[in-house]
């Protein structure tokens, strides 16, 4: 996943140092970071905005439910907010430097499929 950014550095410290994603590599123009299997490239864009999309679209990404209140926390103390938490489990909802929307989600794909194989009055269909 590539995401435009306006500083590179600025937005590299939000996803390795607030984030904890893994950063593997950093130049002037752009960085690669890990986060599980994801990898994402920052890469700088003149034409990168703050300004947040007025959709839904945003990243998720899954955090342990025992590191969740912690990361949470002082995610919500850095970012602000952009939508309250009404999906299954624990999400907090962030705005990163660029504007780019954040999920942080305590569980998995996997814990929201079975949440859905439980609750089928949501009208989900899961595949396996």
Known sequence: ???????????????RDLLGLHLRALWPEGAYL???TLWLCLS???AASAQAR??????AFDVAPDAFDRLAEAVAK???IWRENWSEGR?????DPDGHKIELHAG????RLN????DPSKGVTVFD
Do not use: K, Q
């Open 1 to 15: 996943m590539t995401l435009a950014v306006a500083d590179v550095d600025r937005a590299a410290r939000f996803y």
């Open 44 to 46: 700088h864009d003149p």
């Open 108 to 111: 998995t794909l996997e814990s």
């Open 34 to 36: 890990e986060a599980g």
């Open 91 to 95: 999400s907090l909802y962030v705005l």
């Open 115 to 118: 949440a859905y194989r439980h």
């Open 54 to 59: 007025g959709d839904y679209t945003h990243i």
């Open 78 to 80: 850095a970012a602000p």
